[in-house]
């Protein structure tokens, strides 16, 4: 969750110092079975104090609908590659042979459905292609967006990145 976004600019309101923890971090540096906010408060000073308080970034109010867009499309590739995973674990559940699709072609995807006998079978596996059909068609639309907000937030860091 992402809920630190209106304290971070209350604070910058009233010129007040933000720092915020990287949430991974401060799991792996917790671990005690004992928890409450007492407990916590206490260990993250402790770490703060001590220098060893693991920062996150806390991005500029500007840049994080760009930011959770990102992650939003993040989420949209895994669902698609989970899709792609269940089409290669349907073909072995049913003992046929690998089909070697591009799922990037679109006149593959429609022959998915068809090496498979069962028609329940057939439109589970039309499922999955129409809903890989569509994150198709839209992540394509959502990248050409990020691009170009990319290149308003930092352009120079933006040539950068493509250039690796």
């Known amino acids: 969750m992402h809920c630190w976004y209106w304290v971070a600019d209350f604070c910058q ?13 401060m799991k ?13 408060s206490y260990k993250i ?8 308080f693991p920062l996150a970034y806390v991005y500029p109010k500007s840049m994080r609908a760009t930011r959770d867009l990102l ?3 993040t989420k949209i590739v895994r669902h698609g590659a989970h899709l792609k995973a269940h089409v290669v674990n349907t073909t072995s559940q049913y ?7 591009n799922f990037k072609n679109a006149t593959a995807r429609e022959q998915v ?3 498979f006998p069962d028609p329940v079978v057939q439109r589970s596996m039309d499922f999955d292609m129409a809903l890989l059909d569509c994150y198709t068609h839209e992540l394509k639309k ?16 933006f040539r950068l990145l493509k250039s690796i």
């Open 13 to 25: 309101e009233l010129d007040v110092d933000f720092i915020l923890g990287h949430a991974l971090y």
């Open 142 to 157: 959502v990248e050409l967006y990020i691009d170009q907000k990319a290149k308003q937030h930092n352009p120079a860091h």
């Open 113 to 115: 459905a068809a090496t």
């Open 45 to 52: 000073a402790t770490l703060i104090r001590g220098g060893n």
């Open 28 to 40: 792996a540096i917790h671990g005690g079975k004992a928890k409450n906010d007492r407990i916590d």
């Open 95 to 101: 003992n046929l042979p690998p089909n070697k699709v």
């Open 71 to 73: 992650r939003r499309r």
